[in-house]
T-cell receptor
């Protein structure tokens, strides 16, 4: 099956620093998604990318859909303590019926922010 | 709106016991999913449903069964629990269509001893 390589696995940073994480795949995806999971909760969607080359921001978060359709990155600027959590990328392929059940998730990046 | 609600939040089973995890959504979503999350493995799809009365296998379906008798509910069953099924289980739902994000519940932590 399709696999996503998400890196880094974990990051320890100081408050105020910028963060960058990425996902790569040998397969082409039509949609890239970035989710955040807080401890004890389910993942919550941060950013969705639907076109190759697309660059989208959501507050201090910026994500890009790679031109090759095989990669995506997420940047967080000026990190704060509440940015702590696990960040997941997910890639979606377009099924013949246009349904969205074929999501492949990366293994996650655990972010720790020291105040 | 409650969104996606999972019950129970925690459960401990002995090997061989059975149980059903319940998922309910109040967003009128067509699609529902069950994932399991294990350390270092990310989220893996167990089963999914694209509508009431329909179910399909995901990436890791063995040892699980599902039912979707009502649009708002999606049940995950373990007939004979095994220690390998110790995991955190997440239910999710979405509208049909490419640009419909998944909404996740808060998970059920299951331990099989």
């Amino acid at each position: 099956g399709q696999q996503l390589n998400q890196s880094p696995q974990s990051m320890f940073i100081q408050e105020g620093e910028d963060v960058s994480m990425n996902c790569t795949s040998s397969s082409i995806f039509n949609t890239w998604l970035w989710y955040k999971q807080d401890p004890g909760e389910g993942p919550v969607l941060l950013i969705a990318l639907y076109k190759a080359g697309e660059l989208t921001s959501n507050g201090r978060l910026t994500a890009q859909f790679g031109i090759t359709r095989k990669d995506s990155f997420l940047n967080i600027s000026a990190s704060i303590p509440s940015d702590v959590g696990i960040y997941f990328c997910a890639g979606q392929t377009e099924s013949s019926g246009g349904s969205n059940y074929k999501l492949t998730f990366g293994k996650g990046t655990l972010l720790t922010v020291n105040p | 709106n409650a969104g996606v609600t999972q019950t129970p939040k925690f459960r401990v089973l002995k090997t061989g016991q059975s149980m059903t995890l319940l998922c309910a959504q109040d967003m009128n979503h067509e699609y529902m999913y069950w994932y399991r999350q294990d350390p270092g493995m990310g989220l893996r799809l167990i089963h999914y449903s694209v509508g009431e009365g329909t179910t399909a296998k995901g990436e890791v379906p063995d040892g699980y069964n599902v039912s979707r008798l009502k649009k708002q509910n999606f049940l995950l069953g373990l007939e004979s629990a095994a220690p390998s099924q110790t995991s955190v289980y997440f239910c999710a739902s979405s509208y049909a269509g490419r640009r419909s994000p998944l909404h996740f519940g808060n998970g059920t932590r299951l331990t099989v001893t």
